[in-house]
Every structure is written in C-alpha cells, then in structure tokens.
C-alpha cells in the first residue's frame, strides 16, 4: 500500500539499543545462564535487527520485535551456555537468611518451564507490558496472562514452606 511505511531505521533501533540494553542483557543472561554469552547474544541480535530491518512490518512495535530478536537468540544459544545458574543479584549488605530466601526462590523459577520463566523475565526484570511481551515471545496477549498466572501459581506452590 503506498504511503505505507516499512522497515525499521537504523536511528530507531540505535535508541532502543541505547535505552534498553540493560534490560536485554539481563533477560537474555536468565535466558543463557551467563552474563557475558547474553551480551554476546544482545550485540548478535542487533546485528541481525540491523540486517532485516527492511524486514519489520509495523503491524506491532518495533521494541517488540527486537526483544523477540533478542529472546529467540537468548533461547539459540542456551546450549552454548556454560552452566544453567541464572545470574546472581548483586548483594548489598551480607544476610545469610536473606540469601538463603534468595537462592530457594532462583532455584524455584529455575524450575518453570521455559515459556513460563521467559515471560516472567520479561515482566518483571524487563518491565515489558502484556502486548510487548506477547509480541517477543510470539504469543497473544491472553497467554500471556495465562502463562503469568500460572508462573505465579506454580512459585505459590514451589515455595509454600518458605516464610519470610
């Protein structure tokens, strides 16, 4: 259709990279268990974003369809990954029950399944919205919802015991 625009800028992607880098790499390190592969990971899928750009329809937002770049890269390389830790959170003050609490709560979301984890990331250490996280992990916004709603039920259950 004429007067239709296509494609992704260069300019556009460059602030996306810019605003969100931080948060790629930190999704695509829970993705990867290793920090250093998920940003590794991030640069390859910019490349990739860089080369298809002309390929991006704008039928949703181009934020979306970097961070599905971002998390399908993230899920190709997890065989290349070395171990299956997710990255630790930098601590601020020693507190072995703190720590403890911490490390039964990793070891619970460890135990999700994939999707499950990924949209969980997506949520909250990447603080996307339904449709931006229905649009990288290509799903709809219900499942999304859904696939939250039953994270958040099976934590409830893989830490019941555990009082804080």
Not at 10 to 22: C, G, M, N, P, T
Request: hydrophobic residues 40%; neutral net charge.
């Amino acid at each position: 259709m004429a007067g239709t625009r296509r494609g992704a800028s260069l300019d556009e992607l460059r602030a996306i990279y810019e605003e969100r880098l931080s948060d790629l790499v930190r999704v695509a390190a829970a993705v990867v268990g290793d920090r250093q592969i998920a940003l590794d990971v991030v640069h390859e899928a910019f490349v990739r974003a860089v080369r298809q750009r002309q390929t991006f329809q704008r039928t949703g937002s181009l934020e979306g369809w970097v961070w599905r770049i971002v998390v399908n890269a993230a899920h190709d390389a997890r065989p290349r990954a070395r171990g299956d830790d997710l990255p630790e959170e930098p601590k601020a003050v020693f507190d072995p029950e703190l720590d403890a609490r911490r490390e039964l709560v990793r070891e619970a979301v460890e135990r999700l399944p994939e999707r499950q984890r990924t949209v969980l990331f997506l949520r909250y250490y990447a603080d996307l919205d339904y449709r931006s996280i229905g649009e990288a992990a290509s799903i709809s916004e219900g499942t999304v919802a859904a696939t939250l709603h039953a994270a958040h039920q099976r934590l409830r259950e893989l830490l019941s015991g555990v009082r804080g």
